[in-house]
């Protein structure tokens, strides 16, 4: 359902209220996704983000990046640095390429932050070699950036939906790919963190009013 309220500014106090909102989240939910990983994956994407969005959490507290592609960018560096495996190339990648496609102004439009999102997302879809439908966490991300286009919280539902429509699929990616078949029946942790990052927009969305 689109956002009833005008949306607020989106200056880099803003990217950074989002940010923390995930951090926030991942903390919630970081058991649930390593529970979900476990069953095909490391056991190991809550901690990994658990770790990253804590480091993000922490530099965001010590420096104040004056725009809003300052702040994603200094948040996927933290993410690359501090987060294993895969998925801290491919969140450090979705937030600088996102940031680098805000430019440098203050403030954007929720129609540029949405176009900029889309880049993002192609660059994950370009560094994994995955499209949606590969049970991963396009199938989340890709839905979301349509919806963004409406409002924050279509977004979030949009999102939602794409994870849990990972359930029935077979993995062509990733360590879940190994498992061919018995990959079906489980919904796609990545797919599951990604529906908590785009949620938190609609969170920072909200504090902002």
């Not at 990253?52 to 420096?63: C, D």
């Amino acid at each position: 359902m689109p956002d009833q309220e005008p949306d607020p500014t989106l200056d880099a106090a803003f990217f950074r209220r989002w940010l923390i909102a995930t951090a926030a989240a991942v903390e919630r939910e970081a058991d649930r996704l390593t529970e979900l990983d476990s069953a095909i994956g490391d056991a190991d994407h809550g901690s990994n983000l658990q770790r990253g969005f804590r480091a993000v959490t922490a530099v965001l507290e010590k420096e104040s990046p004056a725009t809003p592609a300052a702040v994603l960018t200094l948040a996927g560096r933290q993410l690359i640095s501090t987060v294993g495996g895969a998925s801290g190339p491919l969140y450090g990648t979705l937030l600088r390429r996102t940031g680098k496609a805000l430019g440098d102004e203050p403030e954007v439009s929720h129609a540029t932050l949405a176009e900029a999102l889309g880049a993002g997302v192609a660059a994950v879809a370009q560094l994994g070699g995955a499209k949606a439908g590969d049970k991963t966490m396009l199938d989340a991300l890709e839905p979301a950036v349509t919806a963004l286009g409406t409002s924050f919280g279509a977004a979030a539902e949009a999102a939602e939906a794409g994870a849990a429509a990972t359930v029935p699929m077979q993995a062509h990616k990733g360590r879940a790919s190994y498992l061919g078949e018995r990959s079906i029946g489980h919904q796609d942790p990545g797919a599951t963190s990604a529906a908590l990052l785009i949620a938190a927009l609609g969170t920072a969305a909200e504090e902002s009013r």
